[in-house]
């Protein structure tokens, strides 16, 4: 069954590193997303991605973030001048299409912010 | 303000014993309701997903019940398992121009014990 990938599993980098988070949505999905759960906290929309132009955001996603699809399968987070709390879990996610459909959410990245 | 309000925040059962977890929304325009498993330090999994027009969507041993005029859903589990053991997750999406958009409550932790 196709599935959404992350890499790296984990990433610990020092305040004021800049860190791309790497993704590989399932290959025939049109909208990508990211999320992030801080640690014991909810579940956070950041950004949807599609047709190469942010869709939406949400107030976290400043302009600290920025995402990209270089090629036709990865889709990055790029968190410019990393903060402590930055440290999260970052979700990407991906759906075929938006409304009442699925969105499939991969393994996810812990970022540790030191 | 989108909430999404989930409770009770934990909840522990025996194995074979069914439990029903609830979850309130204030989210405009509603577009649909989703109910996530996720395991600790895993992404998401969907189990069910329910537009305005559905006021129950089963997935094997899970039923979801939506009640669209007083914003309510509750997630029902039959004849609990052990592996049923991780966080409930009520996300609910906004429609119109922010139907990517995903709100998520803040979870049910289950734990199923033998």
């Known amino acids: 069954e196709p599935e959404v990938t992350q890499t790296p599993s984990h990433q610990v980098t020092q305040m004021g590193q800049e860190v791309i988070l790497r993704c590989v949505p399932i290959s025939n999905h049109l909208y990508f997303y990211w999320y992030r759960q801080i640690l014991g906290q909810k579940v956070e929309f950041l950004v949807s991605f599609y047709n190469n132009e942010i869709s939406e955001k949400s107030e976290i996603f400043d302009d600290q973030f920025s995402v990209e699809r270089p090629d036709g399968s990865n889709f990055t987070l790029k968190i410019r001048s990393t903060k402590l709390e930055d440290s999260a879990m970052y979700f990407c996610a991906s759906s075929y299409r938006v409304g009442p459909y699925e969105q499939y959410f991969g393994p996810g990245t812990r970022l540790t912010v030191t | 303000k989108n909430q999404v309000e989930q409770s009770p925040q934990s909840l522990i059962i025996l194995e074979g014993k069914n439990c029903t977890l609830q979850c309130n929304y204030t989210v405009s325009p509603f577009s649909n309701l989703r109910w996530y498993k996720q395991d600790t330090g895993r992404g998401p999994v969907s189990l069910t997903i329910m537009t305005f027009s559905e006021n129950t969507k089963s997935n094997g041993r899970y039923t979801a019940t939506l009640d669209a005029d007083t914003k309510q859903s509750s997630l029902h589990i039959t004849a609990s398992q052990l592996s049923d053991s991780a966080s409930y997750i009520c996300?609910?999406?906004?429609?119109?121009?922010?139907?990517?958009?995903?709100?998520f409550g803040g979870g049910t932790r289950l734990m199923v014990k033998p």
């Open positions: 996300v609910v999406s906004a429609g119109g121009n922010a139907g990517n958009m995903l709100t």
